[in-house]
């Protein structure tokens, strides 16, 4: 990435722990932190990432699996969006402007894989190996007592389904950042690193498993795995572990 742009933070899954987010927002004052999911909220997301937002730096985050383990955390995520700097940007490409006057395209994917709804390769079997379900496609199949609150079950709205990835891949993007990994770690999957290069896509970031990985560059995406309450810089830069 030679063009410039805003300055970012990428944040392995915080799992109910934001003091480095907090550190590394004072101490590097970056446009925008991107939280990678399993973010284990104590509370509205608003206020645990009030510290970072009062000092002019967006959040932007994807949900991560464990985000719908129960009803309590997926509300101070979900139903907290109004927010100004604080944005949701699963299934999406949020802009992110820097002081600098540089504009940098983030897209996100939160979720996981999961059987009954979407088995790419990387995930032995399951439904639709190779297109996955739409999020409608489910709903029709599983029964209306099954619902929450009229629509997936909770466990789901952390589900990756096929509608999701197909709107992405229509769009443009400089990075996109997921919870899952590409195909590169040996639990990743061959879709995600497609879809960055349909995008686009210069970087990939992505949590989930804990681990501080350099993939190096494949089809002109640079691929990096952000460990658990690590913060890492747009070149791959560990900044706080």
């Known amino acids: 990435m030679h063009k410039e742009f805003p300055r970012i933070l990428f944040c392995g899954d915080p799992h109910g722990r934001f ?7 004072t101490r590097y004052l970056p446009d925008a932190i991107v939280l990678l999911g399993d973010i284990g909220a104590t509370a509205p997301l608003s206020s645990l990432m009030a510290p970072v937002l009062e000092l002019g730096v967006q ?10 383990d129960n009803e309590q955390e997926y509300d101070w995520l979900f139903s907290d969006q109004q927010t100004p700097g604080l944005h949701c940007i699963h299934g999406s490409v ?12 983030l897209a996100g994917l939160g979720g996981i894989f999961r059987r009954k709804a979407w088995a790419p390769p990387g995930l032995i079997g399951g439904v639709c190996p190779e297109h996955g379900l739409t999020s409608d496609e489910y709903l029709s199949r599983m029964g209306k007592g099954n619902r929450w609150r009229g629509g997936l079950p909770l466990r789901h709205r952390s589900t990756i389904f096929a509608d999701q990835w197909l709107s992405l891949a229509q769009l443009r993007a400089d990075v996109l950042v997921t919870h899952e990994a590409p195909a590169f770690h040996e639990n990743g999957f061959a879709v995600l690193h497609q879809l960055a290069v349909k995008m686009g896509a210069a970087r990939s970031f992505h949590g989930h498993h804990h681990q501080n990985l350099d993939y190096g560059q494949h089809d002109g995406v640079h691929a990096f795995g952000v460990g658990i309450h690590e913060i890492m810089d747009l070149q791959g830069n560990i900044v706080k572990a």
């Open 59 to 68: 959040v932007c985050w994807i949900p991560g699996n464990h985000d719908t």
């Open 94 to 105: 949020h802009v992110v402007r820097g002081k600098n006057g540089a504009e940098l395209r």
């Open 19 to 25: 003091d480095q987010i907090y550190d590394a927002s």
